[in-house]
């Protein structure tokens, strides 16, 4: 096979908020399918999901305001661009109900994995043990959280959060491509 030198120019767009929802949704699936690692899955299945939402209110950030990436994308809390977002789009998200109301759990999950601390827990308390069973150690917040159930709807709700907000910015599906792209190239003699 002969080899051919090309002068090539290439451009690509890659929804970074695309790629980390299909790892959050990837890592849960390992999750359901196997107890072994389950918990480490699930912990990652939520982490990709709050990656996925600040990513994804980057993308819409930047595609609608202008000053995104210079004045707001570094400076501010992935609440307040979210509180942003919405009051541009004239959204007004209810934060008593699904899926908004999940929106600050899992920033706090994503913080306090992102900035974690070594924490000590105590408990006092009765404890029903069977022969042979060890008494149940406390756990932290994000430990209680780490679960399938969690992450499952943590991951629709993050899927959803980001459906409503594509809706009111009057673009069509949020998911579905991961990037896009093209080049152009010349044979170099």
């Given amino acids: 096979m002969r080899k051919r030198k090309l002068s090539v120019s290439s451009e690509r767009s890659v929804?970074?908020?695309?790629?980390?929802?299909?790892?959050?949704?990837?890592?849960?699936?390992?999750?359901?399918?196997?107890?072994?690692?389950?918990?480490?899955?699930?912990?990652?299945?939520?982490?990709?999901?709050?990656?996925?939402?600040?990513?994804?209110?980057?993308?819409?950030?930047?595609?609608?305001?202008?000053?995104?990436?210079?004045?707001?994308?570094?400076?501010?809390?992935?609440?307040?661009?979210?509180?942003?977002?919405c009051h541009h789009l004239n959204l007004v998200p209810d934060y008593s109900r699904a899926p908004f109301q999940s929106f600050k759990s899992i920033v706090k999950y994503r913080n306090l994995l992102a900035h974690a601390e070594t924490e000590k827990i105590t408990?006092?308390?009765?404890?029903?043990?069977?022969?042979?069973?060890?008494?149940?150690?406390?756990?932290?917040?994000?430990?209680?959280?780490?679960?399938?159930?969690?992450?499952?709807q943590w991951l629709a709700h993050t899927e959803s959060i980001i459906t409503q907000i594509h809706g009111?910015?009057?673009r069509d599906i949020p998911f579905g491509i991961l990037s896009v792209g093209g080049h152009f190239g010349t044979l170099v003699k």
């Fill in 123 to 152: 408990d006092r308390g009765t404890q029903i043990v069977r022969d042979g069973e060890r008494a149940i150690y406390p756990k932290t917040w994000w430990e209680k959280h780490t679960n399938i159930k969690t992450a499952k």
């Fill in 15 to 85: 929804y970074t908020y695309g790629y980390l929802r299909s790892a959050a949704d990837f890592t849960l699936e390992q999750a359901e399918e196997t107890e072994d690692g389950s918990f480490l899955n699930c912990m990652a299945s939520i982490i990709l999901s709050a990656f996925c939402i600040e990513a994804y209110l980057n993308h819409i950030g930047s595609e609608l305001l202008p000053y995104w990436d210079k004045e707001i994308k570094k400076g501010l809390s992935v609440h307040n661009k979210l509180k942003i977002i």
């Fill in 168 to 170: 009111a910015a009057g």
